[in-house]
């Protein structure tokens, strides 16, 4: 009787031992897009012959002690377990999704040891201190982008954007479920924000001077956490303070210098057309090779993302399209062209597009912006404006513009570029409007737009009579 109750109290030791932590469940709280690691005490085992983790029905990640498996990398946990051999398991950017419980069973000789975490997910937190801090300065009224500098999302990220100290949820988007972004709904912001799925960029459309203030952002992959603050500030409908600045400077040279008065006055002139953000309504037709960036040009004059935009090799553009906007008090006509020597699209289909275009313009556009890229000269690009003239006229060259892109990436002065290459200095001697720079990354600065339709009125009064003053290219 008495061996009975002594081995009856050495399996009550053993369930004590092995059996008891498997009703105990372990709590774990993480923010979104951080990790986690799950880690076992084995300290009560000196050899185990098997360890199994598991989330559901499913075992997700397993051990032997020398090898490591994942059983069922479900589209939930791929790309995110890692497990070591001691039994720990390390779980990447988390979302709500892995919130749950996660269980532990552990085989060794004298028996089964169980585990259990309970682990939430929750929302992710600003990390405002620790970001890079970006200025942007934007006039009420156009649109503004946050970048994020990302060239291209590996499909596994997700993206927080926040607004104010407070760090206000504003935008959300969870890349790899390819689910619908989540934006705010409130007065502040609806209907104005957009995402960039390609690189998770903020889109701020109809800018108000309420929109001034402190943003964050968080991306997080499987890889890597990037954190970026940005300072937004909405200027008046009126001049920026970066351009009163540049006045106030104008007319201090003009009094300290008066050997340069007559180069001051066509600043101040120029400037002055710009205060007066008014401008006639006008009709402009982008054309140039493929992949030089024509649509995301389009954009950046009206102000909006209409024309679709991508890096291909290949034209996003096969058709001739047209889109309207007010800029700057006046109404502005943009037609995006197919590549003029895109091999996607065959001679005969191209001639047909730039016939529609022609009658897309009628009676003619007041000019024609021969997009480029800061590249050395394709062999078609040397021919392109004899390509020009021979869709619109022999007068085409006349109302034609030549528009740098990717002026963000110019290190040296337009002119030092432009003096360095003979061919381009061939093209614009045959350009009756000059040439102008855009950095299409920063849609919202609207300055290199007003310089662009300032550059166009000069070019239509040059080449218009007296009497016709706003007359268009006739074709």
């Avoid at 070591?84 to 990447?92: A, E, Y």
């Avoid at 942007?136 to 100290?165: A, F």
């Avoid at 929109?211 to 499987?222: A, C, E, H, P, R």
């Amino acid at each position: 009787m008495k061996s009975n109750f002594t081995l009856c109290q050495i399996c009550l030791l053993l369930c004590g031992v092995f059996g008891a932590d498997g009703d105990e469940v372990e709590t774990v709280s993480v923010m979104e897009g951080d990790s986690v690691t799950l880690n076992p005490d084995l300290t009560q085992i000196k050899k185990f012959t098997q360890i199994d983790w598991r989330f559901g029905d499913s075992v997700i990640a397993r051990t032997d002690g020398t090898e490591i498996s994942y059983p069922k990398p479900t589209e939930r946990f791929r790309g995110r377990l890692l497990l070591d051999l001691t039994g720990s398991l390390t779980i990447k950017n988390m979302k709500t999704k892995h919130s749950g419980l996660y269980e532990l069973q552990i085989d060794h000789s004298s028996g089964t040891l169980d585990r259990k975490f309970n682990v939430t997910v929750k929302e992710s937190a600003s990390n405002a201190g620790k970001a890079e801090m970006k200025v942007i300065s934007v006039i009420e009224g156009y649109s503004v982008t946050l970048q994020t500098d990302v060239t291209k999302l590996d499909g596994d990220e997700l993206i927080v954007w926040r607004s104010g100290e407070e760090g206000k949820l504003i935008a959300k988007a969870d890349i790899e479920d390819k689910s619908s972004p989540l934006y705010d709904t409130e007065e502040r912001f609806r209907n104005r924000l957009e995402l960039d799925y390609q690189t998770g960029s903020l889109i701020i459309t109809n800018t108000r001077t309420t929109d001034s203030g402190l943003y964050t952002l968080k991306i997080s992959s499987n890889t890597h956490t990037t954190d970026k603050t940005f300072t937004l500030t909405v200027s008046g409908s009126g001049l920026s303070s970066g351009a009163v600045v540049g006045i106030v400077l104008a007319v201090l040279l003009l009094a300290a210098a008066a050997a340069a008065a007559v180069g001051v006055i066509y600043y101040r002139r120029r400037n002055s057309k710009l205060q007066k953000q008014t401008f006639f309504p006008r009709t402009m037709v982008l054309v140039g090779r493929t992949g030089v960036g024509k649509s995301s040009s389009g954009n950046t004059i009206l102000g909006k993302r209409v024309f679709k935009a991508e890096k291909s090799g290949s034209s996003v553009t096969k058709e001739c399209r047209l889109e309207r906007g007010e800029v700057a008090g006046g109404e502005m006509t943009v037609i995006d062209t197919p590549g003029l020597f895109d091999t996607d699209i065959s001679e005969d289909n191209l001639k047909q597009e730039m016939a529609k275009c022609v009658n897309m313009t009628a009676p003619g556009p007041h000019a024609i912006i021969l997009v480029l890229k800061l590249d050395p000269l394709t062999k078609e690009e040397r021919d392109s404006v004899n390509k020009i003239s021979a869709i619109f006229g022999e007068e085409a060259d006349k109302h034609t513009m030549v528009l740098f892109t990717h002026g963000d990436q110019l290190d040296k002065p337009i002119e030092e570029f432009i003096n360095a290459n003979k061919a381009l200095k061939d093209i614009l001697s045959r350009c009756g409007g000059g040439y102008h720079v855009f950095n299409n990354q920063n849609i919202g600065n609207r300055h290199q737009v007003f310089e662009l339709l300032v550059k166009v009125e000069d070019m239509v009064s040059a080449t218009s009579s007296a009497q016709q003053e706003t007359s268009p290219l006739n074709v």
